[in-house]
């Protein structure tokens, strides 16, 4: 299966920045998912990301809040923008999941906004 | 109601039990059923993976799914410490890229 990178691990940010979070693969792959995960609730996808064209957003995710980038096969970002302490979560970067591939996830970056 | 259901445990259990873990569904639609394990600061970890109905084994770990009843388990055998951990069933259907859908993971404690 792919390895999926994520950087960075952690953070700690204050109200109103942003945070761009890299997600690089070791091999190249069509599809990237940006997913959150909130204490206690399932995996939410925020969007998926396909190389050469805009992300896909879920309902209730706009590009304004995350921006994303795909500029290769191999890598992309997510910009968590005017952060607010409920965007403190874990957010998690996949691939596969066409036909019989399962998905995959990287390690994930833990947000904390103050 | 929501799409997965899975029992947020925790649950306990001592070294050596065997472990049942158990999602049910309402989309009829869901063809592949995959169950994950996520430890404590990482990223959920594929552990099974089977496609439409019937049974799965690898090594302590047994996968079933029944269709008709809209009801996914995995079963631990021998269950150790190094077990301890969230585990998130997934679900999605057939056909080039699918929305997967998570169920909201039991915490299982092995305890020795």
């Known amino acids: 299966s792919a390895v999926i990178s994520q950087k960075p691990s952690r953070d700690i940010c204050q109200r109103g920045t942003s945070l761009t979070i890299q997600c690089q693969v070791d091999s190249q792959v069509t599809m990237m998912f940006w997913y959150r995960q909130q204490p206690g609730q399932s995996l939410t996808l925020i969007a998926t990301a396909n190389q050469g064209s805009e992300a896909t957003y879920e309902s209730g995710f706009v590009i304004d809040k995350f921006p994303i980038s795909r500029p290769n096969l191999t890598f992309s970002t997510l910009t968590v923008s005017n952060m607010s302490p409920e965007d403190s979560s874990i957010y998690l970067c996949?691939?596969?999941?066409?036909?019989?591939?399962?998905?995959?996830f990287g390690d994930g970056t833990r947000l904390s906004i103050l | 109601q929501k799409e997965v259901e899975q029992d947020p445990g925790p649950l306990s259990v001592p070294e050596g039990a065997i472990v049942s873990l158990n999602c049910t569904y309402s989309n009829s639609a869901f063809q592949y059923f995959m169950w994950y394990r996520q430890y404590s600061r990482k990223g959920p970890e594929l552990l099974m993976y089977t496609y439409s109905s019937g049974n799965k084994e690898d090594g302590r770990f047994t996968a079933q799914v029944d269709k008709s009843s809209k009801y996914i388990s995995l079963f631990i055998r021998d269950s150790q410490p190094s077990d301890s951990a969230t585990y998130l069933c997934a679900m999605r259907g057939s056909g080039g890229y699918q929305k997967v859908t998570f169920g909201t993971g039991t915490k299982l404690q092995v305890i020795p």
């Open positions: 996949s691939v596969g999941g066409r036909d019989r591939q399962p998905q995959h």
